[in-house]
């Protein structure tokens, strides 16, 4: 819509001015648009989330070639789909073995952040944001139709929370948010107190510290969503998205757990299904540290 002002006829509109708006929209089309097409990459051990960090270590021919093209490109970005339970099957009967993935497949759509070649292994360590969800409209390249590439290329389009449509559903949101918010401080009070009994507990000193990191005034979900933002808009998540995603990937989850709250576009929900969980979590937490003192007074 903020091009259409190029495009009226207007008294004293020159034809240079409507010609530097025509050029204008045809560079910023595919940055608006609603779908993508990206080259795809099958996640093999765990479904990942928004905000999480995807790491690969690539050393296969085709997927050296994906990483080329990434980089080569702008955005320099990629789908990430979860593809453990799919079937696999051997492009012209030749190995490696590759999943199929199908249209409505939901993953993330990641932007690369570093990559390191690995000259005496000959491969390449990449590493990635997941800043969003994506779903897949149309496989473009498949394994059993590969093109002028190696690996699979998909449409996607953004996946995102429903918006509030009344006042009194965005009030359940910030609400729901907001007690999340409480809880997440109330487990973290805890933390120190059992960590303190337990050198070995690293795991949970991991996790809760990534949790502090995602408080809604701190940590980097406002960074990502401003520099992710700019790259492609319209798969830009709402900041309250990001928070619960972040502090879902702080949760011990299943992978199929990971992949029902991937297709669910209710804020509310989401975070009231953190909210059990991290109540379940202090309680063991407070028992932890209960236990812990009176050993410390015991002894």
Request: a negative charge.
């Amino acid at each position: 819509q903020r091009f259409c002002c190029f495009f009226r006829q207007r008294e004293g509109t020159s034809t240079t001015r409507m010609a530097c708006g025509f050029v204008l929209f045809l560079l910023f089309l595919p940055a608006l648009s609603s779908a993508l097409e990206v080259p795809m990459f099958p996640l093999r051990k765990v479904a990942r989330l928004p905000t999480e960090t995807v790491r690969l270590n690539l050393f296969e021919p085709r997927y050296l070639e994906l990483t080329r093209d990434v980089m080569a490109s702008t955005p320099q970005v990629f789908a990430a789909i979860y593809c453990g339970d799919a079937a696999s099957v051997l492009p012209l009967g030749e190995a490696p073995a590759t999943p199929m993935v199908r249209p409505g497949a939901v993953g993330v759509l990641c932007q690369v952040t570093s990559m390191e070649e690995d000259t005496e292994e000959k491969g390449v360590s990449l590493r990635a944001y997941a800043f969003s969800r994506c779903r897949v409209r149309e496989v473009l390249q498949s394994p059993l139709s590969y093109g002028d590439k190696p690996y699979v290329v998909v449409d996607v389009s953004p996946l995102l929370d429903d918006e509030a449509q009344t006042e009194d559903a965005e009030d359940r949101a910030a609400q729901a948010a907001y007690d999340v918010e409480r809880l997440v401080k109330r487990v973290w009070w805890h933390v120190p107190n059992v960590l303190a009994s337990d050198d070995e507990n690293d795991d949970t000193n991991l996790r809760y510290q990534v949790i502090q990191r995602f408080t809604p005034d701190n940590g980097p979900v406002g960074e990502l969503e401003r520099d992710v933002g700019v790259v492609v808009p319209a798969f830009s998540p709402s900041r309250r998205e990001l928070y619960s995603f972040g502090l879902l990937s702080t949760l011990d989850l299943r992978n199929a757990q990971r992949v029902n709250i991937m297709n669910k576009t209710d804020t509310t929900d989401r975070f009231h299904y953190i909210s059990n969980d991290l109540e379940r979590g202090r309680n063991y937490l407070a028992t932890q540290a209960g236990l812990s003192s009176s050993s410390s007074r015991s002894g």
